[in-house]
């Protein structure tokens, strides 16, 4: 049996997205096989009849028209029919015992696990979904494949300022970028498979959810029912859902589904000038799509010093992108070509955007779906599960770390949370420190930051003081002709202390961690200043500011 796609008006097309079947796979009539979305909105592919796919003629992401075959389907017998609907026998629960039960294998959960495995804890980690969790999978990794990806080609935009000549502009095949990016989110998901099995960690495939403050059911293609003498909960985030009238339209993205979609947009208008709007912006931007931002607050990245988010709004107009703060979306409409529409409220009163696709990248919020978290006894603060500074709840057995928790949504934060909480279950007393943890931005240029701010200081009424650097005074930055940016350096001036700092140019990701090195450890400026730092490198910003505080730095009047 052939399913076609039924009758598409005006003899348009439509986009295969999610198919949610395989061939072999069982079906009953009224199954949803994919969904293709149409100018009228996202149009739902159902098995007419029960039976087994036997061929998948489309591909996610491919254009399709009326009646073209979509998927072939073995149609069942009537008395296969009949016995596919009886009523079959509850699958009966496996009864396991473990020492530890973690609950999520995004960086916090599967981190936690090989930690307690080297251990020698009896470790079971249960996931409902893939491996590695929402950084790996959808967030994390596959934003930075992607934004390696737009990097190149906006530096092939730029080769002959280097000597190198190319015909015309670079061609995109955004189809070659997202298989790209999914390779090496299924090279990393694999190595967490590996690793796990390697250290002996029980990995269950379902989805948990709490019996008793000690036992965990997991539904999945085997149930079972886990009882643990300590449980890790670390179920991450979930995007939050923000009410905006139009928010469910076709022309309207999420972060997800924009690291599928294959066909790149000539213009986008992105709702949130945060991390991930702001990634995501100089990200199509690189690629050539014509970009807005649209924030609620007066400044971008608000988390940021305040120099810091003035440049890099600074550096976004200067690369084309336009700004819009202290403004807010109204509405979403879709025209009657398939453009999105946005009507938002600004200081200077009503403004409408028109744009090919609307990403919404508004935030993430704990995930704590299907997990009855009510039967664990656990308590929650806010939206998050409370815990103390060793990341245990309430419920004296029972950890909480990473998203989760609502403390801050962070990879390594969670990982590092992780490990802490399976310290204090071997009887260790480790707690959480979290002034010195590093925060990174990958726009272009890229943007990190690690303890306080200079704001921050002055509101604690520190006596403090600041080091600026300038890139452009860095010979290694200008060879990689990135000039711009700068560094800067927060000290306490009754210590002498490095208390914070923020980079914002080449490099600035990788160049954190020294910083972060440096206020951990409780260095000074004189010990940074003292050191040696190789030649040519962008790390020599960091030894200038440090020389800042004392005689001045030496490239930089």
Do not use: W
């Amino acid at each position: 049996m052939e399913i076609k796609m039924s009758l598409i008006p005006g003899n348009k097309t439509g986009k295969v997205g999610k198919i949610s079947v395989k061939p072999g796979d069982s079906v009953q009539a009224g199954d949803i096989l994919a969904n293709v979305e149409t100018g009228k909105g996202n149009r739902p592919v159902k098995a007419p009849e029960s039976g087994t796919v036997t061929k998948i003629v489309c591909g996610e992401g491919g254009e399709v028209t009326t009646g073209q075959v979509l998927f072939e389907l073995d149609a069942a017998q009537p008395e296969t029919v009949q016995q596919a609907e009886a009523p079959s026998e509850a699958k009966k629960a496996t009864d396991l015992e473990t020492e530890l039960l973690i609950i999520g294998a995004g960086p916090g959960g599967y981190v936690a696990a090989i930690y307690a495995a080297k251990k020698g804890i009896k470790t079971t980690l249960v996931e409902k979904e893939e491996l590695g969790g929402t950084c790996l999978n959808v967030g994390c990794i596959p934003t930075k494949a992607l934004i390696k990806s737009s990097e190149i080609c906006r530096n092939v935009r730029s080769s002959a300022e280097f000597g190198i000549v190319t015909d015309g502009a670079p061609r995109v095949d955004m189809a070659q970028v997202i298989r790209r990016k999914d390779a090496v989110r299924e090279k990393l998901v694999s190595g967490i498979a590996a690793l796990l099995e390697g250290n002996g960690v029980q990995v269950l495939h379902g989805s948990a959810s709490f019996l008793s403050e000690n036992k965990v059911s997991v539904e999945g293609k085997e149930n079972y029912t886990v009882s643990a003498r300590d449980i890790i909960i670390a179920t991450g985030s979930k995007i939050s859902r923000v009410k905006i009238p139009g928010i469910d339209l076709p022309v309207v993205m999420n972060s997800t589904k924009a690291l599928s979609c294959t066909e790149l947009p000539k213009s986008i208008t992105i709702i949130g000038g945060g991390v991930i709007g702001m990634e995501f912006a100089f990200l199509y931007n690189n690629l050539g799509v014509k970009v807005h931002v649209v924030e609620f607050l007066d400044s971008l990245l608000a988390m940021l010093d305040k120099d810091i988010s003035e440049s890099i709004r600074d550096s976004a107009e200067k690369a084309g992108i336009c700004i819009h703060t202290g403004s807010k979306v109204m509405k979403i409409q879709e025209s009657d070509d398939g453009q999105a529409i946005i009507t938002y409220e600004g200081k200077s009163g009503e403004g409408v955007l028109v744009s090919d696709k609307v990403l919404v990248a508004i935030g993430r919020e704990p995930n704590l779906d299907g997990l009855a978290i009510e039967k664990s006894g656990v308590q929650l603060r806010g939206k998050g599960i409370d815990v103390d500074a060793h990341m245990r709840t309430n419920v004296e057995h029972i950890y909480a770390i990473g998203d989760v928790t609502n403390i801050l949504q962070l990879a390594h934060v969670a990982s590092h949370q992780g490990m802490a909480a399976v310290d204090n279950i071997s009887g260790k007393s480790v707690s959480v420190d979290y002034s010195a943890i590093p925060n990174v931005v990958f726009t272009s240029p890229e943007i990190s930051s690690v303890g306080l701010t200079e704001e921050g200081c002055q509101k604690q009424g520190m006596d403090c003081s600041v080091s600026t650097i300038s890139y452009s005074s860095n010979g290694k930055a200008l060879t990689m002709n990135e000039p711009e940016g700068f560094i800067k350096i927060v000290r306490d001036n009754a210590t002498r202390r490095i208390v914070g700092g923020s980079i914002i140019g080449a490099d600035a990701s990788s160049l954190v961690s020294v910083l972060t090195l440096a206020i951990s450890n409780g260095m000074t400026d004189r010990q940074i200043a003292e050191t040696v730092f190789a030649h040519p490198t962008t790390a020599e910003i960091i030894h200038e500011a440090a020389l800042g505080f004392g005689v001045g730095a030496i490239h930089q009047l």
